[in-house]
């Protein structure tokens, strides 16, 4: 029973702190045709200097690893944006009053909101090919976000957020 409970503790843990990813890419891209890769000089990420650094250092890592190389003179620019905001906290209280009697009723009821808003963020990565300047593929992430996480937590998540955002590239061709 207590090895029930403790899985249920850890899914619970993992389940709020997920990672959700939506993809959208252009069908008639050849994705062998991408090599190379360069960042925009321009990006207006929205990151601080150093989550901006950590989250691309682990880009360089991943896209590296999939066979992509770091050019001045890319096949590929990619674009980074994200967004941080809070959202209203999951958990309310209900205060109802009601009264009946004599063929009459009614009723109040209002829920009030209980703990601290959850802050989230979601980051875009657009590839856009160099030579045509058209968008070829889109990720966005959402997820949880914690302003006073320590360095190596912050460089944790931002790895397991490319991990997960880059697992889907290239798309595979459905036949």
């Given at each position: ?15 709020c ?37 950590r989250?691309?250092?682990?880009m360089d890592?991943a ?24 959202t ?34 979601e980051?875009?990565f ?25 360095p190596?937590e ?17 798309p595979?061709?459905?036949?």
């Open positions: 029973m207590k090895y029930l409970l403790a899985l249920m503790v850890v899914l619970l843990m993992v389940s702190n997920a990672i959700r990813v939506n993809y959208d890419y252009d069908e008639e891209t050849d994705f062998s045709a991408y090599t190379t890769y360069h960042y925009y000089a321009d990006m207006e990420t929205g990151l601080s200097e150093l989550d901006l650094k989250l691309l250092g682990a890592i896209l590296q690893t999939k066979g992509l190389l770091f050019s001045e003179e890319p096949d590929m620019w990619i674009n980074i944006k994200s967004n941080t905001f809070r209203q906290p999951n958990n309310t209280v209900g205060v109802g009053v009601g009264g009946t009697g004599r063929s009459v009723g009614g009723g109040v009821s209002i829920g009030i909101p209980v703990g601290q808003a959850n802050l989230q963020r980051i875009q657009d590839f856009v090919d160099a030579k045509k300047n058209m968008l070829f593929w889109q990720a966005s992430s959402s997820s949880s976000f914690k302003e006073n996480a320590l190596i912050r460089e944790r998540m931002l790895k397991e957020l490319v991990d997960k955002v880059l697992a889907k590239y290239p595979k061709r459905k036949i």
